[in-house]
């Protein structure tokens, strides 16, 4: 068998419109879905700019990301000065419960010691916040990367030994926060307690304000965070991360948390596999509900069958997003001709074979990629419909691809924050809007115009 991976020949040697964003970025969502947290960017007031743009674009929430504004002067001498300034003007305005420092390209460039300058701060200082600081260096990694380690590195902060409790902790990764409410829902259902980490579901998606929240309400708190390592059991959603990343590998192996990692649970098999666990866990069967919604799930598949059989598809976006698209995919019929990601070589494609063998055998598969890779996949092999978030979309007005839009960033429709896309119902949403797609495209390419077939 041909190896297919990254088999597109380069025509550029620099990256145009990368298929990822910057590590710090992810480390920022991480802080925000934590209760009374304020995230500091050490580096350029750009990053900040740059990161509340993408933000705000795809949330349609008002953000405040701190920054330690380095200039030419800090960059060659350092910018502990700045930092200790930055975190005294967070605690004045702001009053936060914790302070996320996310370093920048800059400030791992020139090797600056976060954890020197905070030891002298804390050393000398008893009435500050938490500070919780990770490095995320994009040169490193994407945004996933950040977040990953974000995670790990609040948990690892405030975990604490203790007694057992009944909660189950969860690390959902980057979904929606109309997925979080979800998931949430679905823990309560099975009457068992959840901690999740993190939750912006209120903080990046609350209702309207009677005046300007500093910073919004709502997040796993502290509280919450140092039990993490008391609970009964940890679920990851998540078959890219590497164990130096994985929180639920660090509180099984320090706190002897059992620990079950698993794919999103988008479409049945993945959706199957969560519910289960939770049934198992909860010693509860599985509520009525959901295997109702499970039977529907069952239903549309065979009522859209005829529009989805014999399609192709280009998937891009977070490998973990992708991974559960190319197994949604394989249900459903459609052809994955192309996985894309920026990731780092092999990420994607191990993800694959753990995750949807059948797709990681056939399909090529693009790592550390750009749309431009993808442009020249799709000019050689056409695809009928494309998957992902709004950064591809100039690929697919040049090609007339249709695209389903879904992952971050969903900057150009309204409503990102409420795409749901996990467990039976939100499976559901997602094949309506695939189906649909293509049924538009049809439609437009038919001289008749309306079709019933």
């Known amino acids: 068998m041909t190896d297919k991976s990254n088999s597109v020949q380069k025509t550029h040697t620099s990256t145009r419109n990368a298929c990822k964003l910057c590590a710090p970025l992810g480390a920022s969502l991480v802080f925000k879905g934590i209760e009374g947290a304020m995230p500091l960017l050490h580096g350029s007031q750009g990053c900040a700019t740059y990161i509340r743009r993408y933000v705000i674009g795809h949330f349609r929430e008002p953000i405040d990301i701190a920054s330690s504004s380095f200039t030419e002067h800090t960059t060659v ?7 200790l300034r930055a975190i005294a003007n967070i605690v004045n305005q702001y009053n936060p419960k914790l302070i996320g420092i996310a370093t920048t390209c800059l400030a791992e460039t020139i090797g ?3 954890g020197l300058h905070l030891r002298v701060l804390t050393g000398s200082n008893d009435e500050l916040p938490q500070i919780v600081h990770v490095s995320t260096p994009s040169f490193k990694g994407t945004h996933m990367d950040g977040f990953f380690s974000a995670v790990r590195a609040v948990v690892k902060k405030f975990a604490k030994a203790g007694a057992t409790l009944p909660d189950t902790v969860l690390f959902p990764g980057l979904l929606s926060p109309e997925d979080y409410r ?3 829902q679905v823990f309560h259902d099975f009457q068992m307690p959840l901690v999740m980490v993190p939750d912006f579901s209120e903080t990046l998606d609350g209702g309207s304000w009677d005046e300007y929240q500093k910073i919004p309400s709502g997040g796993t708190s ?9 609970c009964s059991a940890a679920i990851e959603f998540g078959m890219s991360i590497p164990d130096e990343q994985s929180t639920a590998v660090y509180l099984n192996d320090s706190f002897a948390v059992p620990s079950h990692r698993m794919a999103i649970p988008l479409g049945i098999e993945n959706s199957d596999r969560f519910f289960s666990t939770l049934a198992v866990l909860s010693g509860h ?7 109702k919604a499970r039977k529907r799930l069952v239903d549309a598949y065979v009522d859209g069958h005829k529009y989805a059989a014999g399609k192709t598809a280009a998937i891009y976006g977070e490998e973990d997003l992708v991974c559960a698209l190319a197994s949604l995919m394989s249900e459903i019929g459609i052809t994955v001709s192309v996985c894309i990601s920026g990731c780092k070589p092999s990420s994607l494609k191990k993800a694959l074979e753990r995750t949807v063998p059948s797709v990681a055998a056939t399909a090529s598969i693009l790592e550390d990629a750009d749309f431009e890779d993808l442009m020249g996949f799709m000019q050689q092999s ?12 100039s690929v697919c007005r040049k090609l007339s691809v249709p695209l389903v839009r879904v992952g971050f960033p969903v900057h150009d429709r309204m409503g990102a924050q409420r795409i749901r896309i996990v467990g039976y119902e939100g499976t559901i949403e997602l094949y309506d809007r695939i189906i649909n797609a293509i049924i538009d495209k ?3 390419s038919s001289d008749i115009g309306y079709l019933t077939w």
């Open 77 to 83: 001498f350092g910018g502990g000065e700045n930092l």
């Open 112 to 114: 600056e010691d976060v």
């Open 182 to 184: 979800y998931i949430k």
């Open 222 to 230: 502290l509280t919450e965070l140092e039990n993490c390592s008391r």
């Open 285 to 291: 069967s599985v509520p009525s509900k959901y295997a």
């Open 382 to 393: 056409p695809v009928d419909i494309m998957i992902g978030h709004s950064k591809g979309y």
């Open 442 to 444: 049809r439609q437009e």
